[in-house]
Structure formats: structure tokens, C-alpha cells
């Protein structure tokens, strides 16, 4: 029988746009996280074991406001994610203060996984049916001869907007069969009215997007296949890397995918979603979140409480 797929959360970053640390930031009047409804929603999905991605720095405070109240509702474990998790023989560039970026992230859990895992960020909402989405595949799909099967749940783009600044996304281009064919990596994406469009030229001029347009929001699925990958392609990015941009190049999951995927050793799924993301890049963005929880709670689709004290 194959092992039961766990989740990762990645919760190492402090939101500097956002100022402080959001992950621990209270969305309803119970004191509930954007993280509570996320684990909540993967509890009902299957998942049993959370693994989460931190920073020894916010260690205490996370655990006080987080591990510590969820430990009676499903398998809680933590991994560290720091600077000087590195290869044999590599050290902290001098002035780094920058995360590795979330290819490193991932690569931090590998003595912890050794199964099927999902991952996604700490303080994004994503919505009941992606969590259901992707443990129904983890379940069903695992690797074959030829390619690693991984997969990752596609937002429209024109749900994962926010009216209070840019965001950055990566635009997705899925072929026929419903497989990943490459992510574009969109640094400044801004609602113009009724349309989306982004730059590349500081504003200069701007490219429509349309309401069709899938993007990647950070949740994937993947076999442990990923992390042999990302260990060995860590190496060849420092190599690369440490010599042009020391202080701040970031080893980026989805770069990784690319990889695989261009050089035919993995295929992704794209599972489409189209409930509503939410997350709080902008301080301005929190009253939106706010709203939205107390409004899918009056639906029905959450409780009052969604920690029952055991």
C-alpha cells in the first residue's frame, strides 16, 4: 500500500510587503489564521501529517500561535529552513541575509518525507476543492516508467487579483491533455479596470491577459521522486549562481519543474480551480480576506469553530 500523502506548508517568509509576521495574523473573530482554513480544508480532504517549512527565529511565536493548537487535529512536524543548509562545502556568501528560495525549502524536508506531499504557502487561502484535488491524485498517480508524475492546481488568473497593488504570478500554457507545457514567471501583474494586464519595462507599456489565462498559485503535487532532483540540481545552481548574484539568487521550485519538464523527465497534471484565492500580499488586502471568511462561513462551508479543544 502506498503511503498516505502528507502536506507542506511553506511558512519561513516573514511577508515583508506585508509587514510582521502573517502567518500568525487572526482573519475572523475566533482568532483563526488564512493557515487554520488552509489545514482545515486539507484535514477534510485526508491529509493527516503537516509538515511545516520555518525559521528558527519565529520558532516560539509560531508554535504558540499555531503547531501548539493543532497538534490534537492532525500530525504535526517542523523543519527549519536556513541559511547555512548547504552541500559540503559551501558557505554563506558574505551580506546574505535572503532565503534560499522554495526549491531549498522543499529540499529541507527530505529526511521527514519519503512519500507522496503536497505543498503550498502558509498564508494563501486556496479553497475546499484544490485540497480535495490533490490528494485525490497523490492517491491514484504515482510515477511510471518513463516520467515522474507531478501535479499542480491552476487558478484563473482574474480570481487571484487584489485592487491594492501588483502581484506576481506564474502564467501557466497547458496543452490538450491537461499536462503543464511551461510556467512564465509574470513579475508585476495589475487590474486595469476590468482587465488584467502585466509589464516587463517598469510600466512602460502593458500586455493584456485574459480571463482564460491559469496560473500557478504555489500548490503542487509531487512524488519524493522531486527531492533526489532538487538535491542534485541545487549544486549545479550554486555553482552557477554564487558567482553572479551571491546575496540574492533564489533557488525557485517552479524553475526546477521547468527543468524536468523541458528535458522530459516529469509531467504535470494541471488540475483547474475555480474557487477564489485569497491571500494578503497588502496590508489593504486583509478587511478582503476578512469578508470572504465570514461570508463562506455563513454558507456552510466552515464552522464557527474550527478547532474543536479535544
Known amino acids: 500500500m502506498s503511503k498516505k500523502p502528507v502536506l507542506v506548508i511553506m511558512a519561513a517568509g516573514m511577508g515583508s510587503r506585508y509587514g510582521g509576521l502573517k502567518q500568525i495574523d487572526p482573519i475572523d473573530e475566533q482568532g483563526n489564521k488564512i493557515i487554520d482554513f488552509s489545514i482545515y480544508d486539507a484535514v477534510q480532504a485526508g491529509f493527516e501529517t503537516v509538515v511545516f517549512i520555518i525559521k528558527k527565529a519565529i520558532e516560539k511565536e509560531f508554535k504558540e500561535n499555531i503547531g501548539d493548537r493543532l497538534k490534537d487535529h492532525v500530525n504535526v512536524k517542523y523543519v527549519y529552513q536556513e541559511l547555512d543548509k548547504l552541500p559540503e562545502g559551501y558557505g554563506i556568501p558574505e551580506g546574505r541575509v535572503k532565503p534560499w528560495g522554495t526549491g531549498h525549502a522543499i529540499l529541507c524536508c527530505q529526511d521527514v518525507i519519503d512519500g507522496p506531499f503536497a505543498v503550498i504557502n502558509a498564508d494563501d487561502y486556496y479553497g475546499r476543492t484544490a485540497f480535495q484535488a490533490i490528494y485525490n491524485q497523490l492517491t491514484r498517480v504515482s510515477d511510471d516508467e518513463n516520467k515522474y508524475q507531478y501535479a499542480m492546481v491552476g487558478y484563473e488568473l482574474y480570481n487571484t487579483l487584489t485592487e491594492n497593488g501588483h502581484v506576481a504570478r506564474g502564467v501557466c500554457t497547458v496543452n490538450e491533455d491537461g499536462k503543464l507545457l511551461n510556467i512564465h514567471e509574470r513579475t508585476r501583474i495589475e487590474k486595469h479596470g476590468e482587465i488584467a494586464e502585466y509589464t516587463e519595462d517598469d510600466g512602460n507599456s502593458w500586455t493584456e491577459l485574459s480571463e482564460e489565462t491559469l496560473v500557478s498559485m504555489n500548490l503542487w503535487g509531487f512524488t519524493e521522486s522531486i527531492l533526489k532532483e532538487l538535491s542534485s540540481r541545487f549544486i549545479s545552481f550554486l555553482d552557477r549562481e554564487l558567482t553572479q548574484n551571491p546575496v540574492k539568487c533564489e533557488y525557485f521550485l517552479p524553475f526546477v519543474v521547468d ?40 454558507s456552510g462551508l466552515y464552522p464557527d469553530i474550527l478547532w474543536e479543544e479535544k
Open 259 to 298: 527543468e524536468l519538464l523541458k528535458e522530459g523527465k516529469a509531467e504535470v497534471s494541471v488540475l483547474k480551480s475555480s474557487d477564489r484565492w485569497y491571500g494578503v500580499t497588502y496590508k489593504e488586502d486583509k478587511e478582503n480576506v476578512v469578508k470572504a471568511i465570514r461570508q463562506l462561513k455563513q
